[in-house]
């Protein structure tokens, strides 16, 4: 479902459903200053209806198939609707028979600004209903937000959960690195002096062999 397609549908069931209470309304009214005003209204608020339906037309229209298809059935509902409404406002504006009507009701104790005719009584239901459904599919794409915000949270705490988790690891590996330098500049050093011992240690057996060498000699001369 379209998001600016379910705002359009809620702006157009919330002002079809304020019409149709104005039109019961100046139906019941006298020909005056106030009855003028009132339909002026109702004309601005059918000329924003039929606004409302073209956009959600254009709305449907550009998406996909599937989608497509369920949003024009519902909008062959609302041009339905709107035709309902225009010929009331016909009827309501024309004033045949509203002074018979009005007299009518008075005469049986109904008459009452909030009067209406049971096909308005249908749309002021049809257009109820509709709101409701609207609201109850903002309500679930609210808590499917909410459950994909608390999902979202949750992942983020795991991933930052493993990042301590690679960071200490990675500080342990810093410091396996530091202890392998040492023991590599230790083992070199031990490598040196044995080098060294070993010049040591053959000097001095050549210094050795050497005077041996020097003893015998001087005692096969004498």
Known sequence: MSDVFERYERQYCELSANLSRK??????????????????????GIEECDALVRKMDLEARSLQPSAKAMLLAKLREYKSDLTKLKREFKRVASGNSNQAAHEELLESGLAHPNAVSGDQRERLTMSIDRLNQSSDRIKDSRRTVLETEELGVTILE?????????????????????????SKKVITSMSRRISRNKWIVGSVIAALVFAIILIISFKVSH
């Open 23 to 44: 039109c019961s309304s100046a139906s019941v009214l006298p020909e005056g200053e106030e009855r003028r005003e009132k339909l002026s209204e109702i004309t601005s």
């Open 158 to 182: 795991d991933l930052h959960q493993q990042r301590q988790t690679l960071l200490h690891a990675h500080n342990k590996l810093h410091g396996v690195d530091d202890a392998i330098d040492k």
